[in-house]
């Protein structure tokens, strides 16, 4: 799978699609590789406020459990909570499986994020 | 790829969730060549099994294997395994990987007080090949003389398998029906690679640690080091059953009990979480994950006696957050017959 050039990434292998002032985020195809078939995400309240790179919940399968790291600071303003009942569709579109939507307070982060190629580089 | 007791350890080939949902409905392959295998021989080898093991090994025929354990005076398990009668006084024990060391001194420490009998650590011997699920014998009879349907469970036999010469016990580790295959470890990849060739058609894949250990808790198959240890007894394990008749005859009503049980609430309840009855800590999850067959969380652990019958709820801290848990009856899954 190709790793999408609208988003940006992260080390910790979440990436964010940012329209505006607001992301939306997720895990990369690589970690849904490494995790095996997830079977649950644990995801903050609406309105818990995030700095960047700090927890948010978690995800996990029956391998493992694994934090979820914040690609930026910012308030949750939305949650997938469609993923509670299908947290497998994190498997089958993890690019296209967003798991909460962050309205940005320092919109500078972002250019700190890797872009497609640097991540695709990291991860091979 | 894990480090597992010194051996390098596939956790997973294709998904772990797969291989698992394999053994169940046809047919998966595991390397479980870490197992340890511990040889006692001597015209003395009968009793001093009898003395070391706990289960009455006076009641195999040579062809014949059983579960059985080392235990201290304490009735606490050194090891758990399985003793196969090759003749009648010699006998090979297939031990834990981790225990191997400690198993083989425990052994010929007590083997001085026997006339003839010795021990023989023969684990670089032996590869160990495991073919497990409703499809194993229609994969392993096309390769072995060794006519399968006339071995029972818990039995073996000596004969070719891929034109190697090794041993066949109908045994296994995941609830299902399989065999276990002891090769040379030098055509263990020519076997391997045989085997995987004859189960395709039906179904057979590569699975790893993490589809044995599910596989494993559902059939609550004690883990040792999870389940049992040199801090557990017998009773409390509810191994009793592997005790020999004269070694029964002690009855000792424990203080606490190995049950298992079901997540009411979301979460897994994984090995080494707290456990709390009434708000007070018990012990530990000694076994739990996400059941792939039954779509459950699933997992063992010690509680008091009197909160352990089936039904008692009590409480497992998932990461700060208390989750509900449900006493179930054991074993999670039964196959049938």
């Not at chain 2, 195999?60 to 059983?66: H, N, V, Y």
């Not at chain 2, 096309?142 to 006519?147: E, I, K, N, Q, Y």
């Not at chain 2, 709390?276 to 994950?289: D, E, L, N, Q």
Request: aromatic fraction near 8%.
């Amino acid at each position: 799978m190709s790793y999408p050039a609208n988003l940006k990434y992260t080390k910790d292998h979440e990436w964010i699609d940012i329209s505006g002032d607001r992301g939306k985020v997720g895990i990369t195809d690589y970690a849904q590789k490494q995790l095996g078939d997830v079977v649950f995400v644990d995801l903050p309240a609406v309105g818990t406020r995030l700095t960047q790179g700090q927890s948010f919940g978690t995800i996990e399968s029956v391998k493992a459990v694994s934090e979820l790291y914040s690609p930026v600071s910012g308030e949750v303003v939305e949650v997938n909570d469609a993923l509670k009942s299908k947290p497998e569709q994190v498997n089958a579109d993890p690019h296209g499986s967003w798991l909460i939507a962050v309205k940005l307070t320092n919109a500078g982060e972002a250019g700190g994020l890797l872009d497609a190629a640097k991540y695709e580089a990291l991860v091979k | 790829m894990v480090e597992f007791a010194g051996w390098d350890m596939p956790v997973e080939y294709s998904g772990l969730t797969q291989e698992h949902l394999a053994v169940r409905s046809a047919a998966g392959i595991f390397d479980v060549s870490h197992m340890g295998e511990i040889e006692i021989a001597g015209s003395d080898a009968l009793a001093a099994v009898q003395a070391i093991f706990c289960n009455d090994a006076g009641k195999l025929q040579p062809g014949d294997a059983q579960y059985s354990a080392i235990l201290t005076e304490a009735h606490t398990f050194v090891d758990d395994v399985l003793v196969y009668r090759l003749r009648s006084d010699h006998f090979l024990v297939v031990v834990n990987a981790a225990n191997v060391v400690k198993d083989y001194n425990w052994i010929a420490e007590r083997l001085t007080s026997f006339g003839d009998a010795v021990a023989m650590d023969a684990t670089s011997r032996y590869a160990l090949i495991a073919v497990q699920g409703p499809a194993a014998q229609g994969i392993v009879q096309p390769l072995t003389g060794v006519d399968l349907t006339s071995l029972n469970y818990y039995s073996f036999a000596h004969g070719e398998i891929a034109n190697v010469r090794g041993t066949v016990s109908r045994t296994g580790y995941t609830g299902e029906d399989g065999f276990e295959i002891f090769v040379p470890p030098q055509q263990a990849d020519r076997v391997w690679q045989a085997l995987l060739t004859s189960g395709q058609p039906a179904g057979l894949i590569p699975c790893g640690l993490g589809a044995r250990d599910t596989l494993r808790l559902e059939a609550a198959m004690r883990l040792y080091g999870n389940d049992i240890d040199e801090t557990t007894t017998v009773w409390e394990a509810g191994l009793e059953w592997i005790l020999s008749g004269s070694r029964r005859a002690k009855k000792e009503a424990p203080q606490r009990k190995l049950v298992g049980f079901e997540l009411v609430d979301p979460g897994i309840a994984r090995h080494g979480y707290d456990v709390y009855v009434a708000g007070s800590a018990t012990g530990k999850v000694t076994s739990g994950t996400q059941t792939p067959t039954l779509k459950k969380s699933i997992g063992m652990t010690y509680l008091p006696t009197a909160n352990a019958s089936i039904g008692a709820e009590f409480e497992v801290d998932i990461r700060g957050r208390r989750a509900r848990a449900r006493v179930v009856p054991l074993p999670f899954y039964k196959r049938s017959r």
